[in-house]
């Protein structure tokens, strides 16, 4: 039990990784500091 | 030595959530000029609720951003975002709530405010589920369908709290262009502050669709707390003690925050299992 943990544990890790790269190869990165940047009117009641 | 290592177990939590709330919001000439951080780390999300529009803010919020990922492309899967929670989950789960998100310190610090207290029972276990919901359809359904941030926009309380105030006692533009959509958020927040006071960490129980997300992960982060099942003799003190609506210690509802090891006679709650510290398995 203790060792399908472990390897669920490495393997989502491992995912988490893949997905983040393949996220920066994808302009994933720049999207959401494109987003950041700019002041969210939706977010601050404005709409 | 010993009375520093007893400090920093009864503090060290809250000096945690103290430098994760100033390290969030460093930017702080923001403040005094009414303008957002506009520098490359807006690209990095961090771990808590955070909202990117607050003026000190250096980095994204991880739920803004998935919602801003997901209502951008609706048919395209925001793989960064995707993986950077998934990083975040399998590392700490809710101990993140516990520990690294300025909101739930909040949270934490109004309810200290003397005042009568709603104690934890069937109806809360209940609403707890309702943070789920609240993640359906504001975080995931609205954006994909209707193109727009549907918890920042109709929900959230940090965003008003942290950003949408400061933001419009500081800029007359943003002040002739309030509606009703701002008296809405305003109200939402006085609510959750109000429940806050009488009702322990109420919007992080019942409402926050993050913490939803990280209780995915609880049964398998890497780091949080752990009963040793040798020494739990069952008494259920952790349980009676803890604030959030736990059945049992590190379950989806635990948020790590390691109160329940001073309550235990036996001394089986800790952040590492025997089994850990051994390295073995």
Same mark, same amino acid.
């Given at each position: 039990?203790?060792?399908?943990?472990?390897?669920?544990?490495?393997?989502?890790?491992?995912?988490?990784?893949?997905?983040?790269?393949?996220?920066?190869?994808?302009?994933?990165?720049?999207?959401?500091?494109?987003?950041?940047?700019?002041? $969210?009117?939706? $977010?601050?009641?404005?709409? | 030595?010993?009375?520093?290592?007893?400090?920093?177990?009864?503090?060290?939590?809250?000096?945690?959530?103290?430098?994760?709330?100033?390290?969030?919001?460093?930017?702080?000439?923001?403040?005094?000029?009414?303008?957002?951080?506009?520098?490359?780390?807006?690209?990095?999300?961090?771990?808590?609720?955070?909202?990117? +529009?607050?003026?000190?803010?250096?980095?994204?919020?991880?739920?803004?951003?998935?919602? =801003?990922?997901?209502?951008?492309?609706?048919?395209?899967?925001?793989?960064?975002?995707?993986?950077?929670?998934?990083?975040?989950?399998?590392? !700490?789960?809710?101990?993140?709530?516990?520990?690294?998100?300025?909101?739930?310190?909040?949270?934490?610090?109004?309810?200290?405010?003397?005042?009568?207290?709603?104690?934890?029972?069937?109806?809360?276990?209940?609403? +707890?589920?309702?943070?789920?919901?609240?993640?359906?359809?504001?975080?995931?359904?609205?954006?994909?369908?209707?193109?727009?941030?549907?918890?920042?926009?109709?929900?959230?309380?940090?965003?008003?709290?942290?950003?949408?105030?400061?933001?419009?006692?500081?800029?007359?533009?943003?002040?002739?262009?309030?509606?009703?959509? !701002?008296?809405?958020?305003?109200?939402?927040?006085?609510?959750?502050?109000?429940?806050?006071?009488?009702?322990?960490?109420?919007?992080?129980?019942?409402?926050?669709?993050?913490?939803?997300?990280?209780?995915?992960?609880?049964?398998?982060?890497?780091?949080?707390?752990?009963?040793?099942?040798?020494?739990?003799?069952?008494?259920?003190?952790?349980?009676?003690?803890?604030?959030?609506?736990?059945?049992?210690? =590190?379950?989806?509802?635990?948020?790590?925050?390691?109160?329940?090891?001073?309550?235990?006679?036996?001394?089986?709650?800790?952040?590492?299992?025997?089994?850990?510290?051994?390295?073995?398995?």
């Amino acid at each position: 039990m203790a060792k399908n943990k472990r390897i669920i544990q490495w393997a989502l890790l491992a995912v988490s990784v893949v997905l983040i790269a393949a996220g920066f190869i994808d302009n994933g990165f720049r999207e959401v500091m494109t987003k950041a940047v700019m002041i $969210c009117l939706e $977010c601050i009641g404005i709409g | 030595m010993g009375d520093l290592r007893e400090h920093m177990v009864k503090f060290g939590r809250r000096y945690t959530q103290l430098i994760t709330a100033v390290l969030y919001n460093c930017h702080i000439t923001g403040f005094v000029r009414g303008r957002i951080y506009k520098g490359d780390s807006k690209g990095i999300c961090v771990p808590g609720l955070n909202c990117y +529009s607050c003026p000190g803010a250096a980095f994204a919020c991880p739920l803004g951003s998935l919602q =801003g990922a997901l209502a951008k492309t609706a048919y395209k899967l925001p793989l960064y975002m995707l993986g950077t929670l998934l990083l975040f989950g399998i590392l !700490f789960g809710r101990m993140i709530c516990g520990f690294l998100c300025p909101f739930g310190l909040i949270q934490e610090l109004l309810h200290k405010i003397p005042l009568p207290k709603i104690k934890k029972s069937p109806v809360t276990r209940a609403l +707890s589920f309702l943070k789920y919901v609240i993640l359906i359809v504001f975080v995931v359904a609205i954006p994909v369908i209707r193109l727009a941030p549907g918890f920042c926009k109709y929900i959230c309380p940090a965003g008003t709290l942290e950003a949408g105030l400061p933001l419009v006692l500081m800029n007359e533009q943003l002040q002739s262009r309030i509606g009703w959509l !701002f008296s809405w958020k305003v109200f939402v927040m006085a609510v959750c502050i109000l429940a806050c006071m009488v009702c322990y960490r109420a919007f992080c129980r019942f409402l926050c669709p993050l913490g939803a997300i990280y209780s995915f992960f609880n049964p398998v982060a890497f780091f949080g707390i752990r009963v040793d099942e040798k020494k739990c003799t069952g008494c259920n003190a952790c349980i009676r003690m803890c604030g959030m609506d736990t059945k049992r210690v =590190g379950d989806h509802e635990c948020i790590h925050c390691g109160e329940c090891r001073r309550v235990c006679p036996e001394g089986a709650i800790s952040y590492f299992t025997k089994e850990d510290k051994n390295g073995t398995i």
